[in-house]
């Protein structure tokens, strides 16, 4: 039931973009993505709604495709700051069990 | 300032003894959650709790036990049952189900 992420990890240099995915075998009814840096708590990035718009937050933008049940985080012009692990999450069911991916591994690269 | 605080920071259990692990938050918030994190992995959820007085085990609710008699307050018990409970723990708490997480510091748990 845990949403599967792709890549596992990625190694960019500033300036370079990349996409992470995220896909389910169950019905999607909302995406949220965090950041984790190492060590400490995650943060909340975004969340994406069954029937919303594509969201953004600065360089970094998510869009949410229902048909197949997949969302996509894109970070363009990568900086230092965006390192960390990427996850997705979403909930299921009558009380709204939660569940993240098993995360991207993202290492941005001076 | 609102947040969510765990404490303690650090924690050792020694075999047969239960701990318990403090998680406070003042977002009025109505959902919260716990989950165990293992080295390089994702989060597990353990417990959820929805509203005062309720609350629903996660995938991984063996060993441990929570209460929610206050809507502020969500404590987790790591029971003797838990044979492998080194790991890191975070609690999250959301102003309703399904709505963005917001996270403790963590509490980092280890056997004596």
């Known amino acids: 039931q845990q949403p599967v992420q792709s890549p596992q990890a990625v190694i960019l240099r500033e300036g370079e973009d990349a996409v992470i995915n995220c896909s389910s075998s169950k019905a999607l009814y909302s995406v949220h993505w965090y950041r984790q840096k190492h060590g400490e708590a995650p943060v909340f990035l975004m969340i994406l709604l069954k029937g919303g718009e594509q969201k953004g937050h600065e360089k970094i933008s998510a869009s949410f495709n229902e048909k197949k049940q997949q969302s996509s985080l894109y970070l363009t012009a990568s900086q230092l700051s965006y390192s960390g692990t990427y996850f997705c999450g979403t909930g299921w069911g009558n009380f709204n069990k939660f569940y993240f991916g098993s995360g991207t591994k993202l290492n941005v690269k001076p | 300032d609102g947040g969510i605080t765990q404490s303690p920071k650090y924690l050792f259990r020694k075999e047969g003894q239960n701990v318990t692990l403090s998680c406070e938050q003042n977002?009025?918030?109505?959902?919260m959650y716990w989950y165990r994190q293992d080295p390089g992995q994702g989060l597990r959820l353990i417990y959820y709790?929805?509203?005062?007085?309720?609350?629903q085990k996660g995938d991984i609710a063996e060993g441990y036990s929570v209460s929610r008699e206050k809507k502020e307050s969500f404590p987790l018990t790591v029971t003797s049952a838990q044979k492998n409970p080194t790991a890191f723990y975070l609690c999250?708490?959301?102003?309703?189900?399904?709505?963005?997480?917001?996270f403790g510091d963590g509490t980092r748990l280890s056997i004596l």
């Open positions: 977002l009025n918030h109505d959902a």
């Open positions: 709790s929805q509203i005062v007085n309720d609350f």
């Open positions: 999250a708490s959301s102003i309703q189900s399904n709505q963005p997480q917001h």
